[in-house]
């Protein structure tokens, strides 16, 4: 039997080819590997002595010829192949172990591996006969097999040529997204994702399968996270809770809650410490709290943990931390609810993907490009000082509400939402009987303009003092004057929030 082993990550590869030869397993390296192996202790063939050539090129070629690409591609039950192997003296080989350059470490031309993903395919190719070894992870289970049964399985076989295969297509997609790394949407797009082990209960619904996926070759933010206790995650429990974690971070550094229902903030409130402004979202809309996600931004001390366990049921808890004791209480109360515990902002999306009929759509993912200096006054009068950390906050979270979306706050505190109907006027109103009077005085924020006049006038009956909106109606005008009739501030901020 006969083993190529040429490395990049030689994590373990001593003790593999050890366990290879202790079985009777011939050893063929590359120059670095075999170094490595040679420095072990054993017996190795250089691959420059079946090719009668040294490596040249600045290392660029080394493995590619004919001699060995023979070996890892002829199939033995061939009378064809055979004599052709004879002919010109080329031996088979029956295992490859190889791992690619660290391309996604340090790009560049340099380390665009061609010699590590050719042997690669070329023995997932011929997978009947050659196993294709490509992570330190498998060594153990490889060496495990050979020694209980002399031979790798077909099955075995077939499995590590599938994780060949995808080794290689998302080395391959790491480079196309680097040759195209200035273009905001590149004209290729390749994605190349691995699912994970963590089983999901079920998708949006408990008829459907569904399964979380990172990018390959990659960790997530969410691999971070530890579940102290609950069920398991659903498809929505990690949507909503994804959504709930950015927007506790778009906030601030000031102490932050955030109440998620069906990807919607229901609640939102900052302050001085965490107890006050746990409750300050709840108050918003105590009853879609029920079954939701509550996110914070500091460690859940004991205080806000008593306030959540007399609370409304929550799906999902999600903290950087936990007080001692805090997760003892919510396990006694809340056994079923999901404790969270995550690392702080995850990296950005990047791009948005939305499946479509024979398709995508693509777009860059949400920000808040135009700030407070790109923002304009356009009534006479002007927010007052506590005024503009309403408008502000207010504005934030509108970002994170779905279309159409109001949302009105008073002292950090989100005290009407109103998401997702088809015109703002509802939007509106449904804000405005949650607030129940409470944004007298407050800011209300729409993520797009007011077409008509009737959309400051539903504002100015909710209480606010300061509307805050994109602009850029035809009516603008219009609705100016009738914000300054009313006595209202108004800021345009030249940028539209749409989310669906």
Known sequence: MRALISVYDKTGVAELACGLRDLGWELVSSRSTAQALTEAGLPVTDVAEITGFPPILDHRVVTLHPKIHGGLLADPTSETHRAEMAEYDIEPFDLVVSNLYPFHTDPSVDLIDIGGPAMTRAAAKNHASVAIVTSPDQYDAVLKELRADGALSAATRRALALEAFARTAAYDA???????????????????????????????????????????????WWDAVIRHGGLALSYLNFYDTDAAWRLVHDLGDRPTCAIIKHANPC??????????????????????AFGGIVAVNRPLDSETVALMADGPQADVVIAPGYAPGALDVLRAKRKNTRLLEAPGLPEPLGRDYRRISGGFLVQQEHNFAATRADWRIVTKVHPTTEQWIDTELAWRVCGHVKSNAIVLVKDGQAVGIGAGQQNRVESGEIAA???????????????????????????????????IQPGGAMRDDVNIERADELGLAMIFTGERHFLH
């Not at 994702?193 to 408990?206: A, C, K």
């Open 174 to 220: 790491a480079i196309v997204e680097w040759l195209q790394a200035d273009d905001v949407l590149p004209k290729r797009v390749v994605l190349a994702l691995t699912r994970t082990d963590e089983p999901l209960r079920y998708g949006e619904n408990p008829h459907q399968a569904a399964a979380r996926y990172r990018l390959a070759g990659s960790e997530s």
């Open 267 to 288: 609640g939102v409130a900052v302050g001085a410490d965490l107890a006050t402004v746990y409750r300050r979202a709840l108050e918003c809309d105590e009853r879609s």
């Open 433 to 467: 009987k949650k607030a129940d009077g409470r944004a007298r005085g407050g800011a209300g924020a729409s993520d797009a303009f007011y077409p008509f006049p009737d959309g400051i006038e539903a504002a100015a009956a909710a209480g606010v003092a300061v509307i």
